[in-house]
């Protein structure tokens, strides 16, 4: 595995949860110059990107989480944190971390979240 994700659960609609993803022997500068995402599956659909924090400082997010979710970095860990708040019972998915940059594309397990009414 090349990704650590964590932070996945059950969780009541309107509630909180923070999802966690590093790779424990990515160098430093390597971190910041990488892109890194947050991707999630629900069964049946396809793959879609929730958010996106990129190594130029932008971020980017999907559609149906913009004003919910919140995804941020710690440079000092070197950890990357989605953030989801007001979660809905269509955010049940598997979520994936990634990790993109010059010569690599890591990807996490993926934590399940569920969300339920």
């Known amino acids: 595995v090349q990704l650590q994700a964590s932070g996945g659960g059950l969780v009541q609609a309107g509630g909180s949860l923070r999802l966690s993803c590093k790779h424990s022997?990515?160098?430093?500068?390597?971190?910041?110059?990488?892109?890194w995402g947050w991707y999630r599956q629900a069964p049946g659909k396809q793959r879609e990107l929730v958010a996106e924090?990129?190594?130029?400082?932008?971020?980017h997010y999907g559609d149906s989480v913009k004003g919910r979710f919140t995804i941020s970095r710690d440079n000092a860990k070197k950890t990357v944190y989605l953030q989801m708040n007001s979660l809905k019972t269509d955010d049940t998915a598997t979520y994936y971390c990634?990790?993109?940059?010059?010569?690599?594309?890591?990807w996490g397990e993926g934590t399940l979240v569920t969300v339920s009414s």
């Open positions: 022997r990515m160098i430093l500068s390597t971190f910041w110059s990488t892109d």
């Open positions: 990634n990790a993109r940059g010059p010569g690599i594309n890591y």
């Open positions: 924090d990129r190594s130029d400082g932008s971020r």
